[in-house]
T-cell receptor, first 114, second 113 residues
Framework: KAGVTQTPRYLIKTRGQQVTLSCSPISGHRSVSWYQQTPGQGLQFLFEYFSETQRNKGNFPGRFSGRQFSNSRSEMNVSTLELGDSALYLC?????????????FGDGTRLSIL | GESVGLHLPTLSVQEGDNSIINCAYSNSASDYFIWYKQESGKGPQFIIDIRSNMDKRQGQRVTVLLNKTVKHLSLQIAATQPGDSAVYFCAEISGGSNYKLTFGKGTLLTVNP
């Protein structure tokens, strides 16, 4: 069974631009969650999508948004990029909604803002 | 590889020794806990989980202990191997559908051959 796939692996953008990251969950998994990982803040929860609806949200500004498609694939968008948005963005999938079960992570997209 | 964190607590052990990685969690209402392993350049990998109605759970070469009185979680790795070298995170989860998930900062485990 293929794992969680994130594309692209690396991305370089400049301040003010926007970016879209993609995540394909494990086949059969309907929940997709997004996380930001930085050296200073560690791993922080962004949001979770289940059945094309955002079910839970962390403490990030509205510049961070996402969506999920009918095939459970998910995209995350960050608008008006800031230097502080440089991070590893991780996607995780699980069979059901909520954090009460193990999540399987992809290897992330490394986003660098110049 | 790339570092996933700076100024992480570190633990250095000899191959074959047992390792104990500790985690203090913050929310007494947390009812589910997970340990993850993250190797350089990769995403976190699920190791073992435990719910708050248990105080111990064992997997293959790993044991998680939960002490709710002092809000402490530990991960024990038996017969540590070089392949166990990684950053280990604990995660605590509280709430139902609007759950709150918080990760610890991580511990860097280095296994010396």
């Amino acid at each position: 069974k293929a794992g969680v796939t994130q594309t692209p692996r690396y991305l370089i953008k400049t301040r003010g631009q926007q970016v879209t990251l993609s995540c394909s969950p494990i086949s059969g998994h309907r929940s997709v969650s997004w996380y930001q990982q930085t050296p200073g803040q560690g791993l922080q929860f962004l949001f979770e999508y289940f059945s094309e609806t955002q079910r839970n949200k962390g403490n990030f500004p509205g510049r961070f948004s996402g969506r999920q498609f009918s095939n459970s694939r998910s995209e995350m968008n960050v608008s008006t990029l800031e230097l502080g948005d440089s991070a590893l963005y991780l996607c995780a999938s699980s069979a059901g909604q909520g954090a009460g079960q193990p999540q399987h992570f992809g290897d992330g997209t490394r986003l660098s803002i110049l | 590889g790339e570092s996933v964190g700076l100024h992480l607590p570190t633990l250095s052990v000899q191959e074959g020794d047992n390792s104990i990685i500790n985690c203090a969690y913050s929310n007494s209402a947390s009812d589910y806990f997970i340990w993850y392993k993250q190797e350089s350049g990769k995403g976190p990998q699920f190791i073992i989980d435990i719910r708050s109605n248990m105080d111990k759970r064992q997997g293959q070469r790993v044991t998680v202990l939960l002490n709710k009185t002092v809000k402490h979680l530990s991960l024990q790795i038996a017969a540590t191997q070089p392949g166990d070298s990684a950053v280990y995170f604990c995660a605590e989860i509280s709430g139902g559908s609007n759950y709150k998930l918080t990760f610890g900062k991580g511990t860097l485990l280095t296994v010396n051959p």
